[in-house]
Structures are given as C-alpha cells and as structure tokens.
C-alpha cells in the first residue's frame, strides 16, 4: 500500500501525532541510546482511532515522518534534521523500535527548533 492509497489527512494528521509524541519521549529523557521502544498496542494509542490499524498504515505513517519532517535549529537556515532514522516493526514480539538522529535528539534537548513539512 503506497502513500496515495491511504485517506492523506489522516496520514498528516498521525504523522503530527507521532512526530509530538516523540518529542515528549525525548524531553522526558526516555530516549535510549537515540531508541524508543513501543509494543505495537501501544504504538498504536498514540494514533487516535483507527488511524494506524494495520502495520502497513504505521509503515506509511513512519515514512511520512522520516521523509517529509524535519527540525530546524531556530537560529540558522540549515536544511533540517529528520527525527527518525529508522522504524522497524518486529512481527514476532509485536515491538516498534524507532531509531532517532542523534543530531535531532539533541536539537530537541536545546529547545532551539521549530518543526518544518518538507517538499
């Protein structure tokens, strides 16, 4: 299933979701190693509904996220830092492992960033 098949507002609208709810992770310092850990369930409250009901909606969720947000330092004109590095779902023990940009993760630590939707 490919970007264009699932409801888009929706999909923005988890991906907004995802994006502020590891940002609380970071702040409260539950970050390990640039890694959060989540059961699927769980992963899944984060999504209001129905929104990510099935993995392949939380693949399209995560490559939203990956690839069309970033966090920009306030006080300079860089590109931006993507947040996750990578999202990988393990069918076996029903965990979600996100690993984060270390550079981002630092950036959010600072405080010193605004969220930025990429072309």
Known sequence: MTLQTIDKPNLYFAAQLLINHLL??????????????????????????????????????????????????ESSEEKGLSLINSFVINGENNTVTITLNPQAVELVKSQNFHIKAVD
């Open 24 to 73: 609380t992770k970071i702040v409260e310092d539950h970050a390990v190693n640039n890694q959060i850990q989540y059961h699927l369930f769980e992963l899944k409250k984060v999504f209001r509904d129905n929104i990510a009901s099935t993995t392949t909606h939380l693949e399209a969720i995560a490559e939203l996220s990956q690839n069309y947000i970033v966090l920009r330092n």
